[in-house]
């Protein structure tokens, strides 16, 4: 594996794949969908997994997870081999599995109220301060007391989003969750999401995406993954972070003659 996928500013690395393969079982034999990956993360970043769609993104995000283990390799979370799920690691899925039978309120602090978050257990008064908190920051203070079903799609994946950030997870993975709402929400949660992890500062986001201007705006370093089996093919230090307004970032000649270089890169890996 090339220098190149590395973390060029030699950080501490919060997430860490090396030299990481994975095989599936089929009738057929085994079927290889990683190849050899490794990919540094340092803590604090946010990092987009790019890809034709089969190549393993999101079997990169449920290997660092804890969902499934390498076939070779080793997975690292804050420097510690990976081997099952962990509080440590929060997800959040294209779907926003919010529980129907639970207000809004009750669905962000469902975390909290199994398990230990943070090596201790939390009060009751304490659970709500912070699920009022984070749902405050999402935009959703108004809608506490709501069901899922009385929010529309946006909201429901602020709530999620929520609902993610109360357990205090160090790791973020999230596999496509905007992918499915309309661009004038997804924006905004793009917004929100990147608002809320500078604000926090302490919080290492690995995202996955088929959508190469949502992994440029939301990300410092963006992987590019061929068809399967996945190979890292790329890495980008995206240098536009530092913009706060995004209708500045999408003018750019630069950012648009990125975002095309990625698009044709990925045109090319799909077969005709």
């Not at 790019?50 to 997975?75: Q, R, S």
Request: with cysteine; glycine share 8%; charged share 20%.
């Amino acid at each position: 594996m090339t220098e190149a996928l590395a973390n060029p500013a030699g950080q501490p690395a919060r997430i860490e794949l090396r030299s990481v393969s994975k095989s599936f079982p089929t009738r057929a034999g085994d079927r290889l969908a990683l190849d050899d990956i490794s990919l540094r993360v340092a803590a604090g970043e946010t990092a987009t997994v790019i890809g034709p769609t089969g190549c393993g993104k999101t079997t990169v995000l449920n290997l660092v997870a804890g969902f499934t283990l390498p076939t070779t390799g080793e997975v690292l979370a804050a420097g510690l081999p990976v081997s099952a799920p962990g509080p440590d690691r929060g997800f959040m899925f294209q779907r926003p599995n919010l529980l129907p039978w639970l207000t809004i309120a009750e669905n962000v602090a469902f975390p909290c109220r199994h398990g230990r978050i943070g090596g201790a257990t939390r009060s009751r008064a304490e659970i709500a301060d912070a699920a009022a908190h984070y749902l405050e920051s999402v935009g959703l203070h108004d809608a506490q007391k709501l069901f899922p079903h009385q929010l529309s799609g946006g909201m429901q994946s602020r709530a999620a989003l929520a609902r993610l950030l109360i357990a205090d997870s160090s790791i973020l993975l999230m596999d496509e969750p905007f992918a499915a709402l309309d661009a004038q929400t997804r924006l905004s949660m793009q917004q929100l999401l990147r608002r809320v992890v500078k604000t926090d500062g302490t919080r290492t986001v690995l995202f996955i995406t088929h959508d190469v201007e949502e992994a440029l705006l939301i990300s410092d370093h963006v992987f590019l993954m061929s068809a399967a089996p996945g190979r890292l093919l790329r890495q980008v230090s995206v240098p536009f972070r530092g913009d706060e307004n995004y209708r500045d970032i999408v003018m750019r000649p630069e950012f648009n003659d990125l975002k095309h270089e990625l698009i044709d890169q990925l045109e090319r890996l799909v077969p005709a």
